[in-house]
């Protein structure tokens, strides 16, 4: 009698339920892999999920975060995706790749797909933690109308900050936005935030302190050039400052000094077993089109791979 070996449940798995994410395991699902999808927070879309609506999208019709994410997870679970919702703890990358979640159990596939993406980084300075929640947030969709008619302060310069402050000028009476350099985001953003008549312009400036009894009710300013401070009246804080990768579950060698995760050719990282693909790979473009992108290539590369081409 011959026996055969069990076909691997896991051939294919795929580590966050971002864009980057649900594609590359929709895709692999798509062209015959088995797939096993692992979401850590149980919130599909990653940083897109709390996005009203979504820029730079190269189809018809506008979507939120949200629509976008559970579109694609809907097709994911069309295409017979595993989900499992909780996060990945550690990845062995011995002779045979053990995956570990968060429960403690083991999974063997023969090819990973990490696209943890990255969560957006803190200011680091006094009041922050203390005023999270009550006039401190990373979200201008969930919170903008908390600040009907008043006064709020964007930090950051790139496209998050200011899609971010654009979202929040149109129900707060003003937004003020601090930078510490001139605008790095997209021209026709800018130009959009500079038009609108409530947005106001802080530049060479850093947050030092956020300061309020029981929510928020300033902040102090420092000012880059001459190190000059002054107190800010606002009742809320939106820091977009950027992102750090979501990435120390994997091996020291696969990461950079930052922790995103380097790649070469066919989104390969230094083990020819995992790839990488979206926010959390060293080089990656910024958009969300391109994290989808990346999804479906990382897809074809692992499938190349199992398949001993
Ligand atoms: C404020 C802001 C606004 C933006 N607006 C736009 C826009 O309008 N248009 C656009 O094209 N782009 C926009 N972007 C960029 C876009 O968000 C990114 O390109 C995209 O989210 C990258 O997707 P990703 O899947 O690589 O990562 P992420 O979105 O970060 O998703 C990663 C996922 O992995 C999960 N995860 C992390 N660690 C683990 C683990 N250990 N185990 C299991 N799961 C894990 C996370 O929970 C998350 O769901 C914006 C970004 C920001 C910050």
């Given at each position: 009698m011959v026996t055969r070996p069990l076909k691997n449940l896991e051939e294919i798995a795929v580590i966050g339920g971002g864009l980057a994410g649900l594609s590359a395991a929709?895709?692999?699902?798509?062209?015959?892999?088995?797939?096993?999808?692992?979401?850590?927070?149980?919130?599909y879309g990653g940083l897109v999920s709390t996005i009203g609506e979504v820029d730079d999208l190269p189809f018809?019709?506008?979507?939120?975060?949200?629509?976008?994410a559970m579109h694609l997870y809907e097709q994911a679970k069309k295409m017979g995706v595993r989900i499992v919702e909780t996060p990945v703890r550690r990845i062995d990358a011995g002779e045979?790749?053990?995956?570990?979640?968060?429960?403690?159990?083991?999974?063997?596939?023969?090819?990973v797909i990490v696209a943890s993406g990255a969560r957006?980084?803190?200011?680091?300075?006094?009041?922050?933690?203390?005023?999270?929640?009550?006039?401190?947030s990373h979200c201008a969709t969930c919170d903008g109308t908390f600040y009907l008619?008043?006064?709020?302060?964007?930090?950051?310069?790139?496209?998050?900050?200011?899609?971010?402050?654009?979202?929040?000028?149109?129900?707060?009476?003003?937004?003020?936005?601090?930078?510490?350099?001139?605008?790095?985001?997209?021209?026709?953003?800018?130009?959009?935030?500079?038009?609108?008549?409530?947005v106001h312009f802080v530049w060479d400036s850093e947050v030092c302190a956020i300061v309020g009894d029981g929510k928020?009710?300033?902040?102090?300013?420092?000012?880059?050039?001459?190190?000059?401070?002054?107190?800010?009246?606002?009742?809320?804080?939106?820091p977009f400052i950027g992102v750090e990768p979501v990435s120390s579950f994997l091996p020291a060698a696969l990461r950079d000094e930052c922790g995103f995760v380097r790649t070469g050719a066919g989104l390969t990282t230094a083990d020819p077993r995992?790839?990488?693909?979206?926010?959390?790979?060293?080089?990656?473009?910024?958009?969300?089109?391109?994290?989808?992108?990346?999804?479906?290539?990382?897809?074809?590369?692992?499938?190349?791979?199992?398949?001993g081409k």
């Open positions: 929709r895709h692999a699902a798509r062209i015959g892999r088995l797939v096993t999808l692992f979401e850590g927070s149980g919130l018809p019709g506008t979507w939120s975060g949200q629509d976008l045979r790749l053990e995956l570990i979640d968060g429960e403690g159990r083991s999974y063997y596939p023969g090819a957006l980084r803190k200011l680091g300075v006094p009041g922050e933690a203390e005023f999270a929640g009550r006039g401190v008619g008043k006064h709020v302060v964007v930090v950051g310069g790139g496209d998050g900050a200011v899609h971010e402050a654009l979202t929040l000028a149109a129900v707060c009476g003003k937004v003020t936005l601090v930078s510490h350099s001139p605008l790095k985001a997209r021209r026709e953003h800018a130009d959009k935030l500079d038009g609108r008549e409530n928020v009710t300033g902040i102090t300013l420092r000012n880059l050039r001459d190190g000059s401070q002054r107190d800010l009246a606002c009742d809320g804080v939106f995992i790839f990488a693909a979206g926010l959390v790979r060293s080089g990656f473009g910024g958009t969300g089109i391109e994290a989808m992108a990346e999804g479906v290539s990382a897809a074809e590369a692992a499938h190349r791979l199992l398949a």
